[in-house]
């Protein structure tokens, strides 16, 4: 079997050389990496993940816990997962991909093989933040952190800005009438996209109702498209809605089979906005569907650089935000 040792003899380095043209951990000459490489190549060297983690004592992986309520991964979710492996590849970390379901705790507070962890979905003083902290485990989270704390690091989204442009949209095309289907109670992001809402309204001097705005639980609603089915069944019944506010493209398609079925035509009696954006998913629904781009891939990428900077004791931004873009489609119309 061929070790490092054999690759650094034939290629006239030292093994800490050769380990870094695979590690990538410091940089190395062109001439001398590539000198590396094919060395390496004519030995038929494979660098041993095992191996390099017991000589830096580190298991040179990332834990990505992802909360969910569906059965299946979101394309927000997948693309947040291509952003987080392929910052690490680009690293030399391998990821460890564990799907949660919501209010799990049990499995946050499970002591995984990882040197750091990225985590989703925070919360209003959130226990899983405050396991992280007690046992020392350097983590990162996509989302806003609660107010209180001040030092935990996290990418997120301009998300009480983008539901603030997404309310003008709509008002100003004649929509004072808007149910937001938001995020699960408690949530960060669930706080600051209602509180965006509301600046929308009060910039135009109409009247927020926060009745209006109606939460994803988890003990009613099986799967996202649940939650925006039966929640247009029931709420139509109250009042008849000119606009809605989806929280993902998922919930936006529960909404539209609910219409359907009461004969509800989008977008000419109700406009419809979710804030994701599936562009296979809106662009092949009738009508197509007006959304919000989050950018999910930047998130993962953006999550996973500053976790791995944090990991080699080097300087990183305590946050990063990733502003999102309204893309319009076909799902909203004017009120004339």
Do not use: W
């Amino acid at each position: 079997m061929v070790t490092i040792g054999d690759v650094a003899k034939a290629a006239g380095v030292s093994k800490s050389t050769v380990s870094n043209v695979f590690s990538k951990k410091r940089p190395i000459s062109k001439e001398v990496t590539n000198r590396v490489l094919e060395v390496a190549a004519q030995l038929n060297y494979v660098p041993n993940h095992m191996a390099r983690s017991l000589a830096t004592k580190k298991t040179m992986i990332i834990g990505l816990k992802m909360p969910t309520i569906d059965y299946e991964l979101s394309s927000f979710e997948t693309k947040i997962i291509d952003g987080v492996v392929k910052k690490c590849s680009e690293k030399s970390y391998r990821v460890l991909l564990d799907r949660i379901y919501e209010n799990d705790e049990a499995s946050f507070a499970s002591h995984d093989p990882v040197d750091g962890v990225i985590l989703l979905n925070p919360r209003d003083e959130d226990e899983r933040i405050r396991q992280y902290k007690r046992s020392n485990t350097p983590f990162v989270i996509i989302g806003r952190p609660d107010e209180k704390d001040n030092d935990t690091k996290y990418v997120d989204n301009n998300n009480t800005e983008m539901v603030k442009e997404v309310g003008e949209y709509l008002i100003a095309n004649g929509h004072t009438d808007i149910l937001f289907l938001n995020a699960s109670l408690h949530m960060t992001v669930a706080e600051d996209r209602k509180a965006g809402l509301k600046k929308a309204y009060e910039n135009y001097g109409v009247p927020f109702q926060e009745d209006n705005v109606i939460y994803n639980h988890q003990n009613r609603f099986k799967t996202s498209s649940d939650y925006g089915y039966k929640s247009l069944l029931e709420k139509y019944k109250e009042k008849k809605y000119t606009a809605i506010i989806a929280d993902t493209d998922r919930v936006a398609l529960g909404v539209m089979r609910a219409a359907r079925e009461l004969k509800i035509d989008i977008p000419n009696d109700l406009s419809l906005i979710a804030l994701s954006n599936n562009e296979t998913l809106a662009r092949e629904i009738n009508p197509r569907l007006t959304s919000t781009e989050l950018f999910p891939e930047k998130l993962g990428e953006e999550a996973a650089s500053i976790l791995i900077t944090t990991l080699h004791d080097d300087l990183s931004p305590r946050s990063k935000i990733i502003p999102a873009k309204l893309v319009i489609r076909d799902s909203c119309k004017k009120i004339e």
